[in-house]
């Protein structure tokens, strides 16, 4: 069954959009009556049927909302460095948001090589890949932030700042944290974080971790801690 998003829903009737209408009405050649699924980014699913099946504004009625929609018992915040190939960036953002994540921050390191991101181009990825993988919260983009800015900031739950210097002593992620419990994990740019960087997260409370013995990219490193969390809490 198709996923439509529909973000200011309420009441008993939702209008999509023109491009979500047109996709219902002239691409999926859906008709009145036809049942579809609405998510409001806010963890409610809805389902109802098309009552005007008009290519630019369709109406649904809604004839019922499930609350907490798959709701997960911990909450990931992954700050990862933006790639001088955005489509790189672009993949971890996409493979992420499909496997669950909260909340992502552009980390600004030392080493970034591009620090700038298509802010519009990527919430439209996020919303495409929560409808993709039939999750009913948006999943929170903010906007770039220096690593030490970031350091600032108070985050609930375990720190981790996953890197490839084995001069430094690192744990595996399963030796760290625990089932239900609220992650915040750094990645760093191709060129890794320094070792400053490394030593500052770690007099912040953030917990040194690696990621296996393979050399990740940046947007595998991210997708491979996303989905070491996701397995960590099944």
Known sequence: MQIFYAPDISGDTFALDENESKHLIRVLRMT??????????????????????????????IRSRIENFEKRDYR?????????????????????????????????????????????????IIISAMKQSLKATLTMLNEPVSFKDFLKTEEEGK??????????????????????????ILIGPEGDFTNDEILSAIEKGYSSVHLGTSRLRTETAGIAACHSIYFLNQ
Do not use: M, Q, W
């Open 32 to 61: 009145k009556g036809t049942v579809v699924r609405l998510i409001d980014g806010r963890g409610n699913l809805y389902e109802g049927v098309i009552s005007i099946p008009d290519a630019k504004r369709c109406i649904i009625d």
């Open 76 to 124: 990931l915040h992954i700050a990862i460095s933006p790639l001088k190939n955005p489509e790189r960036f672009e993949l971890f953002i996409e493979k992420s948001v499909e496997i669950g994540i909260d909340e992502i921050t552009p980390l600004l390191c030392r080493n970034t090589e591009k620090p700038g991101i298509k802010t519009n181009r990527i919430e439209n």
């Open 159 to 184: 720190k981790i700042i996953a890197h490839c210097n084995s001069g430094i002593s690192r744990s595996s992620i399963k030796e760290v944290c625990n089932r239900n419990e609220n992650v915040t």
